[in-house]
T-cell receptor, first 110, second 112 residues
Framework: GENVEQHPSTLSVQEGDSAVIKCTYSDSASNYFPWYKQELGKRPQLIIDIRSNVGEKKDQRIAVTLNKTAKHFSLHITETQPEDSAVYFC?????????FGKGTRLSVIA | SQTIHQWPATLVQPVGSPLSLECTVEGTSNPNLYWYRQAAGRGLQLLFYSVGIGQISSEVPQNLSASRPQDRQFILSSKKLLLSDSGFYLC???????????FGSGTRLTVV
């Protein structure tokens, strides 16, 4: 089955700097890659996703890139703000259900 | 628009007591439904998922069970809770395979 590795487990950045979180997946048939943000005590929320027919997708300050050959995808957050502090989860899937990474705790220091 | 309801928000139960958590989705039909558990500061552990009424797939063999008595209703149950069942339980739905999940607000269960 699919296996998703996520790095780093924790990440601290200064406000205004960029943050990058990387995930690798094992099943080359996976074709859907969402990212979720979970604030403390809250539910995970979908922030961006990408499908295997696209190499990059942007939404304001966040972007996701996908390298199918290397089987890895990354979340990029630019101009980080304190409200970006949260746990971020990547996931991969060919069919239900999604396989999640173990999460990255991002702290943005003002 | 679609909404997902999950209740209760918090629950404190003694060891050995039964459990029933309910999740319902509105505004869609035949959704894929999921139950996840999250231990404090940890990742998302898939417990059960369902692609249709009466169709339940279990990912983790333990003292929990799930049922889908109606198209948009998903229930997580236990006959006897263990201390290790404590955690944050999240229900989620998706339109189909390979679509993003929408999570419910979660139930924080503490077994004492």
């Amino acid at each position: 089955g699919e296996n998703v590795e996520q790095h780093p487990s924790t990440l601290s950045v200064q406000e205004g700097d960029s943050a990058v979180i990387k995930c690798t997946y094992s099943d080359s048939a996976s074709n859907y890659f969402p990212w979720y943000k979970q604030e403390l005590g809250k539910r995970p929320q979908l922030i961006i996703d990408i499908r295997s027919n696209v190499g990059e997708k942007k939404d304001q300050r966040i972007a996701v890139t996908l390298n199918k050959t290397a089987k890895h995808f990354s979340l990029h957050i630019t101009e980080t703000q304190p409200e970006d502090s949260a746990v971020y989860f990547c996931a991969a899937s060919m069919s239900t259900p999604l396989v999640f990474g173990k999460g990255t705790r991002l702290s943005v220091i003002a | 628009s679609q909404t997902i309801h999950q209740w209760p928000a918090t629950l404190v139960q003694p060891v050995g007591s039964p459990l029933s958590l309910e999740c319902t989705v509105e505004g869609t039909s035949n959704p894929n439904l999921y139950w996840y558990r999250q231990a404090a500061g940890r990742g998302l552990q898939l417990l059960f998922y369902s692609v249709g009424i009466g169709q339940i797939s279990s990912e983790v063999p333990q003292n929990l069970s799930a049922s889908r008595p109606q198209d948009r209703q998903f229930i997580l149950s236990s006959k006897k809770l263990l201390l290790s069942d404590s955690g944050f339980y999240l229900c989620a739905w998706s339109e189909a395979a390979n679509y993003g999940y929408t999570f419910g607000s979660g139930t924080r269960l503490t077994v004492v």
